[in-house]
């Protein structure tokens, strides 16, 4: 009970040293409680109404309020983000405030001393020496102008976009973010950061598809060590045949193209045939090498570059990809040019005419 009535003068005779001081100075204006209600009142709803007063754009042009959470505060008009934060109060909190300030850093017992309480009023507490007395002020000479909007210096958590109060920075993006928005990790030095889950889902993105890559390429080395076993190497001179697909040959056309193996690198194969050398590489699962030597190197032409089709062609019996035939029709059938088979200076066969005769037999 001592403790508080003790706290009590001490706080009324800080109260009558600040306002001693204040008395002789001109510009200096003290807001008691109901004073700055008021004017928080009148900034935080004036701009809804159509008609404003004039003390309204008086006040925002020095004024803004700051809001955190459900607590609303006058701050000092600043004309950047960037600039420090300055909090007006009452003078009703005046006392309270510069007691926390004192005893946060140390200093609690200094304050005791009513001699003290009188320096400590002439250093902390000279604020406002600025601001012209708010009712006493002319409109006619006071230029109105609209408000300029200022940007928000409140931060949000970039996580959940709220307003982030008490929160924390990401250690690898260094935004704000709330400490339920973060992940807490362990570094090797054994010291505990917080991760935003934004910069936590692309690091674990980053990871995967590494993985991903690592796991391609190994996939690769494996394809590669069994193709390796299954299929050797085969060496220049060797004898080989290469497949023909089915669209490429006839009924009675042979199902293969004998070659030798020309020369190799790492982009595949170079085959030769009796016609010329086949255009393009060609892999080792692309031919398959045989045990009879049935073209000898001199047997190949090493002159000239064919395409596989015409290698295909000139090889056929039946000028490639299936037998000739006309489907001519009438009397005088096959006895001009328009007939394919005469074009191409062949005789018409059964597949032209299986049961009539033509002039092209």
């Given at each position: 009970?001592?403790?508080?009535?003790?706290?009590?003068?001490?706080e009324?005779?800080?109260?009558?040293?600040?306002?001693?001081?204040?008395?002789?100075?001109?510009?200096?204006?003290?807001?008691?409680?109901?004073?700055?209600?008021?004017?928080?009142?009148?900034?935080?709803?004036?701009?809804?109404?159509?008609?404003?007063?004039?003390?309204?754009?008086?006040?925002?042009?020095?004024?803004?309020?700051?809001?955190?959470?459900?607590?609303?505060?006058?701050?000092?008009?600043?004309?950047?983000?960037?600039?420090?934060?300055?909090?007006?109060?009452?003078?009703?909190?005046?006392?309270?405030?510069?007691?926390?300030?004192?005893?946060?850093?140390?200093?609690?017992?200094?304050?005791?001393?009513?001699?003290?309480?009188?320096?400590?009023?002439?250093?902390?507490?000279?604020?406002?020496t600025?601001?012209?007395?708010?009712?006493?002020?002319?409109?006619?000479?006071?230029?109105?102008?609209?408000?300029?909007?200022?940007?928000?210096?409140t931060?949000?958590?970039?996580?959940?976009?709220?307003?982030?109060?008490?929160?924390?920075?990401?250690?690898?993006?260094?935004?704000t973010?709330?400490?339920?928005?973060?992940?807490?990790?362990?570094?090797?030095?054994?010291?505990?950061?917080?991760?935003?889950?934004?910069?936590?889902?692309?690091?674990?993105?980053?990871k995967?598809?590494?993985?991903?890559?690592?796991?391609?390429?190994?996939?690769?080395?494996?394809?590669?060590?069994?193709?390796?076993?299954v299929?050797?190497?085969?060496?220049?001179?060797?004898?080989?045949?290469?497949?023909?697909?089915?669209?490429?040959?006839?009924?009675?056309?042979?199902?293969?193209?004998?070659?030798?193996?020309?020369?190799?690198?790492?982009?595949?194969?170079?085959?030769?045939?009796?016609?010329?050398?086949?255009?393009?590489?060609?892999?080792?699962?692309q031919?398959?090498?045989?045990?009879s030597?049935?073209?000898?190197?001199?047997?190949?032409?090493?002159?000239?570059?064919?395409?596989?089709?015409?290698?295909?062609?000139?090889?056929?019996?039946?000028?490639?990809?299936?037998?000739?035939?006309?489907?001519?029709?009438?009397?005088?059938?096959?006895?001009?040019?328009?007939?394919?088979?005469?074009?191409?200076?062949?005789?018409?066969?059964?597949?032209c005419?299986p049961?009539?005769?033509?002039?092209?037999?």
């Open positions: 009970m001592a403790q508080a009535q003790m706290s009590l003068n001490q009324q005779t800080y109260t009558q040293k600040l306002l001693q001081i204040i008395e002789g100075k001109l510009k200096c204006n003290i807001w008691n409680r109901e004073k700055y209600d008021e004017i928080l009142e009148l900034i935080v709803t004036e701009p809804q109404k159509a008609d404003k007063t004039s003390s309204y754009y008086y006040l925002v042009r020095k004024y803004e309020v700051l809001q955190c959470g459900d607590v609303k505060k006058i701050v000092k008009k600043r004309n950047s983000s960037d600039e420090d934060v300055k909090y007006y109060v009452c003078l009703e909190d005046m006392y309270s405030i510069v007691q926390k300030i004192h005893i946060s850093i140390g200093h609690g017992a200094k304050i005791d001393s009513e001699e003290h309480l009188s320096d400590l009023a002439n250093m902390e507490l000279n604020i406002n600025d601001d012209e007395n708010i009712c006493t002020t002319d409109d006619e000479q006071m230029e109105i102008s609209e408000p300029q909007p200022t940007e928000s210096t931060d949000m958590c970039v996580v959940c976009e709220a307003t982030a109060l008490n929160a924390t920075s990401c250690s690898s993006c260094n935004k973010v709330h400490a339920l928005s973060g992940k807490s990790i362990i570094t090797d030095d054994f010291l505990s950061k917080v991760i935003c889950f934004l910069c936590d889902t692309e690091t674990v993105i980053e995967e598809r590494a993985n991903a890559s690592e796991s391609m390429v190994k996939q690769a080395n494996r394809m590669l060590s069994r193709s390796n076993r299929l050797e190497e085969v060496d220049i001179g060797c004898n080989v045949v290469i497949p023909i697909p089915v669209v490429d040959r006839g009924k009675g056309d042979p199902r293969n193209i004998m070659a030798i193996v020309h020369g190799k690198s790492e982009k595949g194969y170079r085959l030769a045939t009796k016609h010329g050398i086949l255009l393009g590489s060609y892999t080792r699962n031919f398959e090498p045989t045990d030597l049935f073209l000898s190197p001199s047997a190949v032409s090493i002159e000239n570059f064919i395409s596989f089709r015409q290698a295909v062609k000139l090889s056929s019996i039946c000028d490639g990809q299936g037998f000739l035939k006309c489907g001519c029709s009438g009397k005088n059938r096959c006895e001009q040019n328009r007939c394919a088979c005469r074009k191409a200076g062949q005789l018409c066969n059964s597949r005419y049961n009539l005769s033509c002039k092209n037999k």
